[in-house]
């Protein structure tokens, strides 16, 4: 019997607490984020020029590496010594038009409330050609730490993800997938790590059991 198994039979006979509150930071990596960080790896080609990404530019560093010629950091708040820009997504605020080749917002959308103007800011922001990669949490618990400083809004599913981009960006520029199963949904529930599950069982997809969304949308030229 595997580690997860030993684990699991203890957990699937039901308990009133997670087994990590903090997502499965705290035993490895987070089951959101190996499908996130797959994502980047995938789309890694868009990932150049100049690029944004929120809160720090580790994604930036790791996926865009020499295609990166200008970093930026948005942050939403004065304080972060990492950021470049303090802006508003929603508004657009404090974030220059017409001037990312790239957007990495990953698990971003879910904390503005205003959803669609967000959406259309990204857009505006773009250069043509740009790209935005996006995550969504579809299963999740709420993230403590965001709901206490600036509220946790939204889970979407993929179908609400394409007309969300697609009424923006155009429904053929726009790749939505979902990603998860049961299995990995209570076991993100519960805090479990990624190594605590085989790959076959992260890998394996069910559309009524979504995990996380991930959503590719390109800015082509308007006719």
Same mark, same amino acid.
């Given at each position: 019997?595997? $580690?997860?198994?030993?684990?699991?039979?203890?957990?699937?006979l039901?308990? #009133?607490?997670?087994?990590?509150?903090s997502?499965?930071?705290?035993?490895?990596?987070?089951?959101?984020?190996?499908?996130? /960080?797959? $994502?980047?790896?995938?789309?890694? =080609?868009?990932?150049?020029?100049?690029?944004?990404?929120?809160?720090?530019? *580790?994604?930036?560093?790791? $996926?865009?590496? /020499?295609?990166?010629?200008?970093?930026?950091?948005?942050?939403?708040?004065?304080?972060?010594?990492?950021?470049?820009? %303090?802006? +508003?997504?929603?508004?657009? /605020? !404090?974030?220059?038009? =017409?001037?990312?080749?790239?957007?990495?917002?990953?698990?971003?959308?879910?904390?503005?409330?205003d =959803?669609?103007?967000?959406?259309?800011?990204?857009?505006?922001?773009?250069? *043509?050609?740009?790209?935005?990669?996006?995550?969504?949490? !579809?299963?999740?618990?709420?993230?403590?730490?965001?709901?206490?400083?600036?509220?946790?809004?939204w @889970?979407?599913?993929?179908?609400?993800? @394409?007309? #969300?981009?697609?009424?923006?960006?155009?429904?053929?520029?726009?790749?939505?997938?979902?990603?998860? +199963?049961?299995l990995?949904a209570?076991? $993100?529930?519960?805090?479990?790590?990624?190594? /605590?599950?085989?790959?076959?069982?992260? *890998?394996?997809?069910?559309?009524?059991?979504?995990? #996380?969304?991930? %959503?590719?949308?390109?800015?082509?030229?308007?006719?």
């Amino acid at each position: 019997m595997t $580690f997860f198994r030993h684990i699991w039979r203890s957990i699937r006979l039901g308990r #009133l607490q997670p087994v990590s509150r903090s997502f499965g930071f705290d035993r490895g990596q987070p089951i959101d984020r190996y499908y996130i /960080e797959r $994502f980047l790896s995938d789309n890694s =080609l868009d990932i150049k020029g100049r690029v944004l990404e929120v809160g720090d530019g *580790e994604y930036t560093r790791v $996926f865009g590496a /020499e295609r990166v010629t200008k970093s930026d950091v948005l942050h939403a708040q004065p304080g972060n010594p990492e950021a470049t820009l %303090v802006g +508003n997504l929603a508004t657009g /605020e !404090g974030i220059p038009d =017409l001037s990312f080749d790239c957007m990495i917002l990953t698990q971003t959308f879910p904390f503005i409330y205003d =959803l669609q103007a967000a959406v259309a800011s990204t857009y505006l922001k773009l250069k *043509e050609g740009g790209v935005l990669l996006a995550t969504f949490a !579809g299963i999740s618990q709420i993230s403590r730490y965001d709901m206490d400083r600036w509220g946790d809004f939204w @889970r979407l599913s993929d179908v609400a993800a @394409r007309r #969300l981009f697609g009424d923006v960006f155009g429904d053929q520029n726009v790749v939505v997938q979902s990603h998860g +199963n049961v299995l990995v949904a209570c076991s $993100f529930l519960h805090g479990l790590a990624s190594r /605590e599950l085989t790959r076959a069982e992260l *890998e394996y997809r069910d559309e009524d059991y979504q995990v #996380l969304i991930t %959503v590719r949308a390109v800015k082509r030229a308007r006719s």
